[in-house]
């Protein structure tokens, strides 16, 4: 009778592990996401010569004006006033102090 004791007490640990398994997945769970309201800058550009330019926010080199293209990306800034230039072959052809704040999309024609 020994060897039943034995197979008894091995099912009562293994249905133990199983049933605590089980109840781990019923735990609760919890999602959380942060939401970028930073302002967004993008460019409509009107003149396919304009595609060269480079794009200067606050005299920092923010990369081509073709990578913040209206309606398919934008350039995420701080909140607040920005001085904004379009340099095409080292000559400025856009320059603008804007200010915007936060949530706010802001689109700049390009000419």
């Known amino acids: 009778m020994p060897k039943l004791s ?24 919890e999602k959380q996401s942060a939401v970028d309201m930073r302002p967004q800058i993008s ?21 081509p004006i073709q990578d913040y293209q209206e309606n398919q990306a934008a350039l995420k800034v701080l909140p607040g006033k920005h001085i ?15 200010y915007v704040g936060h949530g706010m999309s802001r689109a700049i024609i390009v000419q």
């Open 43 to 63: 460019f409509k550009i009107v003149n396919e010569s304009t595609m060269g330019a480079r794009v200067f926010v606050d005299n920092l080199d923010m990369g």
């Open 84 to 98: 904004v230039s379009i340099v095409l072959h080292d000559r400025v052809v856009y320059e603008e102090s804007i």
């Open 6 to 29: 034995g197979v008894k007490s091995l099912m009562a640990s293994a249905f133990a592990g199983l049933a605590l398994c089980v109840g781990c997945s019923q735990i609760p769970t």
